[in-house]
T-cell receptor
């Protein structure tokens, strides 16, 4: 059973640029949730995807968008990057039935905006 | 608005000692309270979780104590070991399909 894989592990972007982060969900999982973890903070919910549609969103602006693919993998896109977007971005997969009870987190992508 | 408040921010414990981390919540609809452990460079991993119908849950050296009336819950790590050194997050949710609300985390260092 493979776990949740996120790529890249680290990247540096310039303010105003766009970035795409990727997540491969654990085998058997069909929902993907994205969280932002700023330095010294707990993870904050960005949004969740189920059946290739957004299924819940936290308090993040529209420049944060995502996709889920038929194989349940997912992308997080952030446009017009701001310095405050620097954070660890975590992907968590689960089954629809188990929801948060069955979360498996990836190791995250560390994004630095300069 | 922070819905889950966690303390302390950091904690240093001697090997063999008891580590205690506390959390308080505001939303009385919360019905699931997990604790996550995060090592540097890794994502959070579920450690132990409790529902409000019990006041305590123990798994090995890890115990959650839950006080529904006070809207507080705590993690106790008995016989703390250097390998327990990590950041611990409490969290809460009000159903299986709503997102987790996390505390700000506690960085635990267990020294020999």
């Amino acid at each position: 059973e493979t776990g949740v894989t996120q790529s890249p592990t680290h990247l540096i972007k310039t303010r105003g640029q766009q970035v795409t982060l990727r997540c491969s969900s654990q085998s058997g999982h069909n929902t993907v949730s994205w969280y932002q973890q700023a330095l010294g903070q707990g993870p904050q919910f960005i949004f969740q995807y189920y059946r290739e549609e957004e299924n819940g969103r936290g308090n993040f602006p529209p420049r944060f968008s995502g996709l889920q693919f038929p194989n349940y993998s997912s992308e997080l896109n952030v446009n017009a990057l701001e310095l405050d977007d620097s954070a660890l971005y975590l992907c968590a997969s689960s089954s629809r039935q188990r929801g948060v009870y069955g979360y498996t987190f990836g190791s995250g992508t560390r994004l630095t905006v300069v | 608005q922070q819905q889950v408040k966690q303390s302390p921010q950091s904690l240093i414990v001697q090997k063999g000692g008891i580590s205690i981390i506390n959390c308080a919540y505001e939303n009385t609809a919360f019905d699931y309270f997990p604790w996550y452990q995060q090592f540097p460079g890794k994502g959070p991993a579920l450690l132990i979780a409790i529902r409000p119908d019990v006041s305590e849950k123990k798994e090995g050296r890890f115990t959650i104590s839950f006080n529904k009336s006070a809207k507080q819950f705590s993690l106790h790590i008995m016989d703390s070991q250097p390998g327990d050194s990590a950041t611990y997050f409490c969290a809460a949710t009000n159903s299986g399909n709503t997102p987790l609300v996390f505390g700000k985390g506690t960085r635990l260092s267990v020294i020999a």
